[in-house]
C-alpha cells in the first residue's frame, strides 16, 4: 500500500550542517506508526551543507544507497 507523505510532515532534525528529514523513526525521532518497511529501516531526505559531513563511524551488515539531487558526496566506511 502507498501513503502520501508531505516532506512537511517528516520527522527530523537540524544540526547546522546537516538540515535531515527522516522518513522511518531514526535517531532522536521517534513513531511507532514509521519504524521500517519491509527490510527497508532507513530513509533519510538530508541536505548537508558543502565542505562538511558526517565523522567516521560503521556500516555493519547493511547496503547505503546514496542518490544526490545536486552537487557531490563521497562516502567512505570505517570498516575499511
Given at each position: ?16 550542517w ?63
Amino acid at each position: 500500500m502507498l501513503e502520501l507523505r508531505p516532506f512537511n510532515t517528516l520527522g527530523g532534525a537540524h544540526h547546522g550542517w546537516l538540515d535531515a528529514h527522516h522518513h522511518f523513526s531514526f535517531a532522536e525521532y521517534y513513531d511507532p506508526q514509521r519504524m521500517n518497511w519491509g527490510n527497508l529501516r532507513v530513509w533519510n531526505d538530508d541536505e548537508i551543507a558543502p565542505g562538511s559531513g558526517f565523522p567516521p563511524h560503521p556500516h555493519a551488515y547493511m547496503e547505503i544507497i546514496t542518490y544526490v539531487r545536486d552537487g557531490a558526496i563521497s562516502h567512505e566506511d570505517s570498516l575499511g
